[in-house]
């Protein structure tokens, strides 16, 4: 958009804006209300599909769309409030929206927070001429186990299939037949599956795209919006919860355009059904001998932690899941740390604060030259909207590279790059690379690791934060303390249960723990706690207690521990995090965190030591050889487990080849293949991805087997039938 | 009768002009050569001087529309050439494509030379099959004989849209999306296929352009009127004995049409009305008929010249039904991508079904009348507006014999009218998709 400015009248006022202002913007500087449906600037070029803007403009015989005009200088256009003939052209589109719409608002859960029947109630006629039958479709069509469509309320303004074209790029959604009979749908009907599927519920303009867990479920008068960030991966999106009577019923975008934009992922989105699930522990639960896991009273429970805390002081291990708050993280070491004097613990991955130097918020990967995206899991699996800014990057002509060492990158103003794999040492090789190449101090630039945990940063700032010391290396591990659902569900977790004397576990779901725990204290889910979060770019965040949960939350037994030690722990997010801030985070208050935070820089933030081993350099793969990359899936953890219609997300056992390594061994997309190493194999299908390296396969974790590194890949011999 | 000046179809009775030898024989390519003598800007100014005006429907003269095109712009240009011929009683273009493609694929090699364009698309409808036969084997023979330069032409074939005739969705279709209009502006010569300046012309456009080589523009503008110089080939159908193509010079008289060339009326029936561009522009009534055939003629009198295909209704219809059986086509046709077209003709039908089955009231032609208006200057592209057009007409030319079906409880004509002959019912086509109800 240009500089210029230009000055246009609405509804004659007078209006300056930069040329080229779309004109339902400027009217809006202007004060001036536009009505629209179809247009939404996010979803790309306006398409002047459902006619509602239709306005007067000075020199033009027929009435125009708002939406497809942009600012010149001395345009003069007349709104409905002004002009009788955009009054007319309006109030004949509202009729016509309505003629085959079933007005069953009093059953449709969109009702009362409807824009087409807002604008009908604003702009629209007081009854309807259409005496003829309706069109009828069958209704509510499941176009996946999460998204039911309703094509007699559909107004066919065409947001969601210009959504799966423009922005997810995944070009299922479509609009077949023609005229009055066109409908919505999917390809050959098949689900409508993807990461962000669920964006199409909001951006829908009538009840015709309903999340299936919200159909029945709320009305707007008996709901609350409670603010609050996504807890599921490093993105930390900006959400609302929708609260009825003291449930989640859904999960609604809250745009900050910075982070998300107002697109949000369907594990973000639906995977909140996991507050209920059938396993969520309400009570500690205590290994009685031979009898397993019994339920015990809070009282009980927090007597025997601190027995066993007690007898091993010095000698206990953390191992921290990373979806903890700061607050959470900074209570426990301080229990752990000053109170116990055992400074020992585990994160999921390494941290790094090398990367604060190119520090970005994510839109600036949208106008980037160039992205540089480094790692082979995809980065859709780690943090879904950073794969909406790439897509979004590369529609507006920025190149979009798997190699830092790239000619291309010194014609390019702007680079980002993106750390999508292992190995960037929690993204101190990531900083080396933008180092490397120039980025320090140049606009635009910057550098993005993605994390495998949604808070990775915010807890080692806090176990950090709280103490000096560092602890001898231990020698036997008196007590094992496993915090949250991610570490309870690790394996490697598991393994070292067995070599600890004694092992608490605090994990939401029942399942997790049994079997290994000899202590098991409910946890809560990031819907049920206040504090903050640390997102991937380094952006503090606030978390807010949207429901309460079944059990007491962390910080209050914490509390009632750490007193019982002598440590001074307030049960409060808000007390806990002066704390911190004042250590880390320039003495923020939790109130100047924000409902939608800004990227501050914190000057304190401390480089932190990695206390997690992993491989500095991914084993490079000789010419010819295959490595195997089993990365985590999007779809999968503890909540997604439990979440019954997310179900049909969950990736396929497939091997995904680039088309090289494909070609050289004759392999085509849905080839049973056999992947050895080390003598043991898998046989898969496999799926040929042209956008994939040569030299790198991919597979979901949970199909690998174990599986990774350098693998064999043969074709499975047709059997020979007569 | 008067004398017939050929320009398109000229030749087309005395040799096999889809042959390239025979084309060549009668001077065929020679427009060619002098073109790609001249400099684009000269061919240019050529063709506006020549003031040719596009005989799609909207007249719009087409060496303005090539002087629109930006020739400096860093993207290919492309010409594009709207063969998707839909319009119900239109059949020209058909008869150009199938007698004498080589004209066509001159002309599209003139016009590609104007633009400094080397990328050529027809779009031809696909329901045409024989003749994109015969404009393929054109286009290849031609290709072969090294006529074409560093010129591609592709004939693309449709798969059955009418809206596809719409420039626009033209261009969404050619590549390779669903066929719906885009909203203008950007308008095609600044932003077309694939976002690149792209001049779109109807077939008799492009094949008149060898024509103006040939005579030099300024002799080529002192043919047919003025305001409209050259020849049109009018598709006659309907109630005439001899129903057909005829290439004429623009302004004569349409009673000459009807009455010398096509036959007239059969004996024993009157005249009722003209819908003189296609089904899609207001009728006249038998008074009307003296009118010269051109755009600002047929301007002034309150319809369109449009797709220059008269159909002749005589004394046997109900206009009730031809309503009912044009807005049941525009219906059918419909895009679906603007509300007013997508949900308004399907009203329309409805609301002219009650009228034709005597269930309606007078209230209903009042809404009828404002329906139409709801969707006339409301809508993305032309297609609602030409659903209405006609009805209106119709409604206000014929209006007693709307409200005789009113008072009368159903049709005055109790099922002696006949719409034999005009345009064909869309039933015919018409296909409800699996698991759904049928329009209405």
């Known amino acids: 958009m240009s500089t210029e400015l230009v000055r ?42 459902c006619r509602m803007c239709l306005v007067e403009v000075e020199g033009m015989p027929k009435l125009q769309t708002a939406c497809t005009l942009t600012a010149q200088d001395g345009m003069v256009v007349k709104t409905a409030r002004t002009s009788e003939k955009s009054a007319a052209g309006q109030k004949g589109t509202l009729e016509f929206l309505l003629v085959n719409h079933p007005l069953d608002c009093p059953v449709c859960d969109k009702g009362g927070e409807c824009p087409l029947q807002d604008l009908t109630f604003r702009y629209g006629p007081g009854n309807t001429r259409m005496s003829y039958d309706k069109l009828t479709f069958e209704k509510p069509i499941p176009i996946s186990p999460t998204i039911a469509l309703d094509r007699e309320r559909c107004i066919l303004c065409y947001r969601c299939t210009r959504f799966s074209e423009s922005v997810s790029e995944d070009l299922q959604l479509i609009a077949a037949n023609r005229g009055a009979l066109s409908v919505i749908t999917t390809f050959e009907d098949l689900p409508y599956t993807g990461a962000f599927t669920g964006n199409v519920t909001e951006l829908c303009p009538v009840g015709a795209l309903l999340p299936t867990q919200y159909r029945f479920e709320g009305r707007p008068w008996e709901i609350v919006d409670v603010p609050t960030v996504c807890g599921l991966c490093p993105v930390g999106c ?17 745009n900050h355009p910075e982070i998300d934009e107002g697109w949000i992922c369907d594990k973000g989105r639906f995977a909140f059904t996991h507050l209920r699930a059938e396993d969520r522990l309400a009570q500690p639960l205590q290994r009685v001998r031979r009898r397993g ?28 899941s990373g979806s903890e708050t700061v607050e959470q993280a900074y ?179 029942g399942g997790l723990s049994a079997g290994w725990a000899d202590l098991v204290l409910p946890g809560t889910s990031y819907l049920e ?42 049960p409060y997010a808000a007390a806990v995090f002066a704390e911190v801030s004042d250590r880390v985070y320039g003495g923020l208050t939790f109130g100047e965190v924000g409902e939608r935070a800004p990227l501050r820089g914190y000057p304190e933030a401390q480089e932190h030591v990695s206390r997690a081993a992993l491989p500095a350099t991914e084993p490079k793969a000789r010419r010819g050889e295959i490595r195997l990359v089993a990365y985590k899936p999007l779809f999968s953890g503890a909540a997604v487990e439990r979440v019954a219609e997310l179900q049909f997300q969950r990736p396929q056992p497939e091997l995904e080849l680039s088309a090289d390594d494909a070609r050289r061994r004759k392999i085509a997309t849905g080839d049973l293949v056999t992947v050895g190493s080390n003598g043991s194999a898998i046989t898969l299908p496999a799926r040929v991805n042209r956008r994939l390296r040569a030299g790198v396969a991919r597979v979901a974790i949970e199909h690998a087997n174990g599986l990774g590194g350098i693998v064999e890949i043969e074709k499975v011999a047709e059997e020979v039938t007569a | 009768m008067a004398e017939v000046h050929e320009v ?85 273009d058909r008869e150009v494509m199938a007698k004498v493609p080589h004209r066509l694929i001159e002309g599209c090699l003139i016009a590609a030379h104007a633009i400094e364009s080397t990328d050529v698309f027809i779009y031809i409808r696909g329901e045409y099959l024989t003749e994109y036969e015969i404009l393929a084997a054109a286009v290849d023979e031609a290709r072969e004989a090294g006529i074409f330069g560093d010129v591609t032409i592709t004939v693309h074939r449709g798969a059955g849209a009418y809206i596809c005739g719409e420039e626009t969705a033209l261009l969404e279709s050619l590549e390779g999306k669903r066929g719906q209009p885009r909203p203008r502006p950007p308008f095609p010569p600044i932003q077309g296929l694939y976002a690149a300046p792209t001049q779109i012309n109807n077939v008799c456009t492009i094949a008149t352009v060898p024509m103006i080589l040939e005579m030099g523009a300024a002799e080529f503008a002192k043919t047919g009127v003025p305001s409209s110089p050259g020849t049109a080939i009018f598709s006659v159908s309907g109630n005439v004995v001899r129903p057909g193509n005829y290439e004429l010079d623009l302004g004569t ?90 949900v308004g003709t399907r009203w329309m039908v409805q609301i002219l079904e009650s009228i034709e089955n005597g269930t309606a009231t007078l209230a209903d032609l009042e809404l009828l009348d404002s329906v139409g208006d709801n969707i006339l200057g409301k809508v993305l592209c032309a297609l609602g507006e030409f659903a209405v057009y006609p009805v209106a007409s119709y409604l206000d030319k014929w209006r007693d014999e709307f409200v005789a079906h009113i008072e009368h409880g159903g049709c005055p004509f109790e099922g002696s009218s006949s719409l034999d002959g005009i345009v064909a019912p869309s039933d015919q086509h018409a296909h409800t998709p699996a698991g759904q109800e049928a329009l209405v």
Not at chain 1, 243 to 253: D, F, M, P, T, Y
Not at chain 2, 283 to 289: E, K, M, R, S
């Open chain 1, 238 to 254: 900006n959400v609302n919860a929708t609260v009825r009577e003291g449930n989640v019923k859904r999960i609604l975008s809250r």
């Open chain 1, 293 to 320: 896991l019994e339920a015990i009273s809070w009282e009980q429970a927090l007597d025997e932690a601190e027995r066993l805390l007690r007898a091993a002081r010095g000698r206990i291990v953390t191992v921290l």
């Open chain 1, 8 to 49: 246009v009248t609405i509804d004659e006022r007078d209006v300056h804006v930069p040329k080229g202002t779309g004109i339902v913007e400027t009217a809006l500087a202007a004060g001036v209300e536009i009505p629209v449906f179809c247009y939404e600037p996010r979803l790309g070029a306006p398409v002047g599909a």
């Open chain 2, 253 to 342: 008289p349409m009673r000459e049409l009807i009455y010398e060339h096509a036959g007239g009326i059969a004996a024993g029936r009157e005249l009722k009305a003209v819908i003189p561009g296609g089904s899609s522009v207001p009728a006249l009534t038998p008074d009307q008929i003296d009118v010269p055939l051109d755009y600002d003629s047929l301007g002034a009198i309150g319809t369109f010249f449009g797709a220059a295909s008269l159909i002749v209704v005589d004394d046997r219809c109900c206009m009730v039904q031809l309503a009912l059986r044009s807005t049941k086509f525009y219906a059918h046709e419909s895009c679906g991508k603007c509300t007013p077209c997508r």
């Open chain 2, 8 to 92: 398109l179809l000229a030749g087309t009775d005395e040799h096999d002009l889809r042959r390239l030898d025979e084309y060549r024989a009668i001077g065929g390519y020679r427009g060619v050569e002098k073109a790609r003598a001249m400099t684009s800007d000269a061919l240019i100014e050529e063709l506006q001087a020549a003031n040719l005006r596009g005989r799609g429907g909207a007249g719009f003269p087409m060496g303005r529309k090539a002087s629109l095109i930006d020739r400096k712009s860093p993207k290919p240009k492309y010409l594009v050439v709207n063969a998707d011929e839909s319009e119900p009683g239109a059949f020209k």
């Open chain 1, 529 to 570: 706690r206040d504090g903050t979060f640390v997102n991937l770019e380094g952006r503090l965040q606030r978390l807010r207690r949207t429901v309460e949960p079944p059990c007491p939350d962390e910080l209050e037994w914490i509390a009632d521990l750490a007193a019982r030690f002598g440590v001074d722990v307030a």
């Open chain 1, 331 to 509: 209570a426990l070491a301080k229990l752990l740390r000053v109170g116990l004097d055992s400074h020992q613990a585990t994160l999921p991955e390494e941290i790094s604060g090398g990367l604060d130097a190119y520090r970005l918020p994510l839109s600036a990967i949208r106008d980037a030259d160039a992205v540089v995206v480094l790692g082979d899991v995809p980065v859709v699996e780690r943090a879904p909207v950073v794969d909406l800014w790439v897509k979004a990057a590369r529609r507006n002509g920025a190149r979009i590279l798997d190699d830092a060492g790239d000619p291309a990158l010194a014609e390019a103003e702007r680079v980002v790059l993106v750390w999508s794999g292992p190995g960037g040492r929690g993204g101190a090789t990531v900083a080396q690379l933008a180092e490397k190449l120039g980025l320090a101090g140049r606009e635009g630039c910057g550098a993005f690791y993605l994390p495998e945990t949604p808070n990775g940063r915010g807890v080692a700032d806090a176990w950090a934060a709280c103490c000096d010391e560092e602890g001898a290396e231990l020698e036997s591990i008196g007590l094992l303390v496993v915090s949250g659902d991610e570490a309870a569900a690790d394996e490697n977790v598991r393994a070292l249960a067995e070599q600890a004397d004694a092992t608490i576990v605090t994990s939401m779901f």
